[in-house]
DNA sequence: GCGACATTGACAATATTGTTGTCAATTAGC
DNA sequence: GCTAATTGACAACAATATTGTCAATGTCGC
């Protein structure tokens, strides 16, 4: 064996069983971090769809619903739904838009904002847990390899199209 | 800065942020795996939830209905829809179960066999070229931290119980 | 401005994936 | 053998997300 000092691409035959074990545990992570999800939030009555909408706006503020779903690759008419039902509940407002009329810009309300918070709150108890059993090195190259199979993959590829 | 030789179990409150990285990192990768699984297999009709079955009778063998349910840990009435449908096309077979009679076991016929091996030569192709980006030290990392993410959260929560 | 074209919200229909519920046949445990 | 649990068949439903359509609005070239 010599220590190859190179990121080592001629080992690519023996590296991709590794790499394919990467894809299934992958799945098998994302699984039951969704299970996970729900039952930590299921007293909140928020789903998985209605979390990530959650999050989008808290990270990205105000926002148009066609911008959020362009934000998150799905149709606008699925965000047009998920923040109807977010309205009534006092989550989210939807603000005139100076830039158009007819598309106000949808933003947390203070109730919308504790909400997520809240939900941040119960999910950071689990990842400090987690945070504890893992090495600070392992999972440094665990999120540059995870940074470089996301990169690999095509954001979209549902008829290359950007919309109807 | 000190290098700690201890897996630094002090810096919990430090790797937390990225341990939250991580798990947003699994849910993106998921999301472009199963819409490049999509892609690369839409041409053999054959969703995700139909590859998830062939590949548990690829690698179980022959099995019943409620134990591949068991496995993957979903209703046993929605595996026996899956099996329904792959019984037609020819990819399974039912074969009169020695050990009870009403609950048949359900094995991959050669066709079957032939397909799921189609489906993982072109998915081989994409996982080369993802192996050839990673680097081998770092990817088991990433294994290593991956599998103690999926051990630390539960495998079911759906009320804790087994079936109906 | 004005005319063509794209974007947007509202509404509807549909697809997919998965669940729960029920019933009769069968199997397993005592 | 009697009772419990398991199983297949069938149905109803729920959640998530898609596509299609229409009229109102907005954008851009000219």
Redo the contacts with the bound molecule.
Sequence with gaps: MKPSPLPDSRASAAKAPDADRLIKLVRLCFQRLRAAGDTLHADLGI????R?ALETLYELGED????I??AK??????I???V?ALLPLGHVTARA?P??????LIALTAKGRRLFETMRQREAGVVAALAKRLDGAELAAALRTLAILAESLPPRS??ES???
Tied chains: 1, 2.
Excluded: F, M, W, Y
């Excluded at 789903?47 to 209605?50: E, F, G, P, R, Y």
């Excluded at 690759?73 to 699925?78: G, I, K, P």
């Design positions: 789903s998985a769809s209605l990530a148009t619903v066609p911008e779903a362009r690759s799905v149709s606008r008419q699925h047009q739904k998920i109807d838009n830039g158009h009329r007819r598309s106000p549902k008829g950007d919309d109807e």
